[in-house]
């Protein structure tokens, strides 16, 4: 284990592995209620939201919301949101997380435009911010408190 790895594990962080797409997307492994998802992680989204063609996928027990979407070319979207949800990204769990559920068809679109798999969702500042997150773009390890 190399010596960033051991301090962040002292430090009360979990290590979670990514990978780069083609498209230089960072891709996550996840659990969604106990269910295999692929995020995106986006320091550039302020919320972490799943698609809305995954609702029922995931177990999502929604109400609507007054927050419209933006981003990725798309602008003014209607979102839902779902409270009380699992994640799960390797060790590291929030057993009361909170997400965004909204239409995520542009940005699958765009994905297979260059033949790279689709998502399910994508990872964002919300969590990001709130758990401490080290991005470590060198070795492709996410760590999160």
Not at 3 to 14: A, Q
Not at 30 to 40: D, M
Not at 47 to 73: H, M, P, Q, R, W
Request: glycine share 6%; proline share 1%.
């Amino acid at each position: 284990m190399d010596i960033l790895s051991t301090y962040y594990k002292k430090n009360g962080y979990k290590k979670i592995p990514f990978k780069i797409s083609k498209t230089k997307h960072l891709i996550v492994k996840t659990k969604l209620n106990n269910i295999y998802a692929r995020f995106i992680l986006d320091t550039g989204a302020s919320n972490s939201c799943v698609g809305s063609e995954y609702e029922d996928f995931f177990n999502l027990i929604t109400s609507d919301s007054k927050t419209t979407a933006a981003g990725a070319g798309a602008v003014g979207m209607k979102t839902k949101i779902s409270y009380g949800n699992q994640l799960s990204l390797s060790r590291w769990k929030n057993l009361n997380f909170d997400i965004i559920v909204f239409d995520l068809s542009h940005v699958n679109l765009a994905l297979k435009n260059h033949n790279v798999a689709p998502v399910n969702g994508i990872l964002g500042a919300d969590i990001l911010i709130k758990h401490h997150a080290i991005i470590d773009y060198q070795n492709k390890f996410l760590y999160l408190k």
